[in-house]
């Protein structure tokens, strides 16, 4: 039972800009700590963007490797949330996962499938 | 920002092994640590959170330890579900992940 659901993924160009979203038919996003969680084909996990929940601000964090480049927001009226990703490098080229949080605390809880995205002229 | 080492990198068991995965934290995490298991082609999963609580589901077999900069994790009975690549992370301050270990047949 598929959870949250990753669109947006890709093929796209160094330096472009992509939008990726997260719905959920489960949970009610603005309720919980939303991140964005990428892996690289053959690599590791990486965190990459938090936003807190709407009780807690909806501030939002951004590892070094994306900030100033990648945004994250949250629609709570259509409960989707997003990474926009901008300025985009062939490092960025990853599944980016969409992952839940239901404790107040950054563990995750709560996986989508992954959206891929391609980075490539 | 918090460096996450684990060790190994891989680690070849058979049906039945007890197996430990280890973690260390270049600083103090307190007990703000959580591991997964993630299959090929698949989401990670959660298993452990807070060191060494269970997440509601996961077998029993699995256990956590540890605190402020070392940790552990073990599987008390290898089973042919777990073979799998496995993954700490820490919490303490935003979030960073280990490189994964991969526990493989022998």
């Known amino acids: 039972d598929v959870q949250l659901v990753e669109s947006g993924g890709g093929l796209v160009q160094p330096g472009r800009s992509l939008r990726l979203s997260c719905t959920s038919s489960?949970?009610?996003?603005?309720?919980?700590?939303l991140s964005w969680v990428r892996q690289a084909p053959g690599k590791g996990l990486e965190w990459v963007s938090f936003?807190?929940?709407?009780?807690?601000?909806?501030?939002?964090e951004y590892a070094a490797s994306v900030k100033g480049r990648f945004s994250i927001s949250r629609d709570d009226s259509k409960n989707i949330a997003y990474l926009q990703l901008s300025g985009l490098k062939t490092e960025d080229a990853a599944v980016y996962f969409c992952?839940?949080?239901?404790?107040?605390?950054?563990?995750?809880?709560?996986w989508g499938q992954g959206t891929l995205v391609t980075v490539s002229s | 920002d918090i460096q996450m080492t684990q060790s190994p990198s891989t680690l070849s068991a058979s049906v039945g092994d007890r197996v430990t995965i280890t973690c260390r934290a270049s600083?103090?995490?307190?007990?703000?640590l959580a591991w997964y298991q993630q299959r090929p082609g698949k989401a990670p999963k959660l298993l452990i959170y807070?060191?060494?609580s269970l997440e509601s589901g996961v077998p029993s077999r699995f256990s956590g330890s540890g605190s402020g900069t070392d940790f552990n994790l073990t599987i008390s009975s290898l089973q042919p579900d777990d073979f799998a690549t496995y993954y700490c992370?820490?919490?303490?301050?935003?979030?960073?992940f280990g490189q994964g270990t991969k526990v493989e047949i022998k």
């Open positions: 992952v839940l949080s239901t404790d107040y605390y950054l563990y995750f809880n709560h």
């Open positions: 489960a949970f009610s996003l603005g309720d919980y700590g």
């Open positions: 936003i807190r929940g709407k009780a807690y601000g909806g501030t939002t």
């Open positions: 600083q103090s995490i307190s007990g703000w």
């Open positions: 807070k060191a060494s």
């Open positions: 992370q820490q919490y303490s301050s935003y979030s960073s």
